[in-house]
T-cell receptor, first 117, second 112 residues
Framework: DTGVSQNPRHKITKRGQNVTFRCDPISEHNRLYWYRQTLGQGPEFLTYFQNEAQLEKSRLLSDRFSAERPKGSFSTLEIQRTEQGDSAMYLC???????????????FGAGTRLSVL | DQQVKQNSPSLSVQEGRISILNCDYTNSMFDYFLWYKKYPAEGPTFLISISSIKDKNEDGRFTVFLNKSAKHLSLHIVPSQPGDSAVYFCAANWGGAQKLVFGQGTRLTINP
């Protein structure tokens, strides 16, 4: 399977703990995105990488959130000192990043569902 | 502010009939629009897209219409099939940006 892979699929944690999620994009895609989705809403943009460079961050990404993409391959999203409001589905997507229509199509993973107790 | 809106949380259609899902946007800078379909426990799956230079794009049973003056787009599914039952998201972006802005989604149920 060459789709976007996210791990873990589910994470339950206690308030105040740190959590880390991993995303493996489609292998030839050089752009990687993180989104957050809460119940009844569409995905909301958090941040995106072009290769290893983090080029844009949303205001939703507070100081407790950090994302990395070492070597331009997989990416991690860490949340420090989790709060109940962080409970959501965290989605990763990747895109080709070349010129033309195809660059705009983002392909999503199945997500990591975070529950903060 | 909600720049992309899907005002119908749910839609129920009989199998074989046409399903029409609607989406409105407020940002006139948007120049590319996409529809995604989402099944439970899966991520959104790309369905069809349209550039702002066009007013229609068709792919098999799926057609997207864009009305720029009304800032409105719609997705038509003909004929509707039970496997089309899912949540459908409208999304948009613009040339200089990479992020997609999503609507809230519409849950489509196809009844046999």
């Amino acid at each position: 399977d060459t789709g976007v892979s996210q791990n873990p699929r589910h994470k339950i944690t206690k308030r105040g703990q740190n959590v880390t999620f991993r995303c493996d994009p489609i292998s030839e895609h050089n752009r990687l995105y993180w989104y957050r989705q809460t119940l009844g809403q569409g995905p909301e943009f958090l941040t995106y990488f072009q290769n290893e460079a983090q080029l844009e961050k949303s205001r939703l990404l507070s100081d407790r959130f950090s994302a990395e993409r070492p070597k331009g391959s997989f990416s991690t999203l860490e949340i420090q000192r989790t709060e109940q409001g962080d409970s959501a589905m965290y989605l990763c997507a990747s895109s080709l990043g070349s010129k033309g229509v195809a660059k705009n199509i983002q392909y999503f993973g199945a997500g990591t569902r975070l529950s903060v107790l | 502010d909600q720049q992309v809106k899907q005002n119908s949380p749910s839609l129920s259609v009989q199998e074989g009939r046409i399903s029409i899902l609607n989406c409105d946007y407020t940002n006139s800078m948007f120049d590319y629009f996409l529809w995604y379909k989402k099944y439970p426990a899966e991520g959104p799956t790309f369905l069809i897209s349209i550039s702002s230079i066009k007013d229609k794009n068709e792919d098999g049973r799926f057609t997207v219409f864009l009305n720029k003056s009304a800032k409105h787009l719609s997705l038509h599914i003909v004929p509707s099939q039970p496997g089309d039952s899912a949540v459908y998201f409208c999304a948009a972006n613009w040339g200089g940006a990479q992020k997609l802005v999503f609507g809230q989604g519409t849950r489509l149920t196809i009844n046999p």
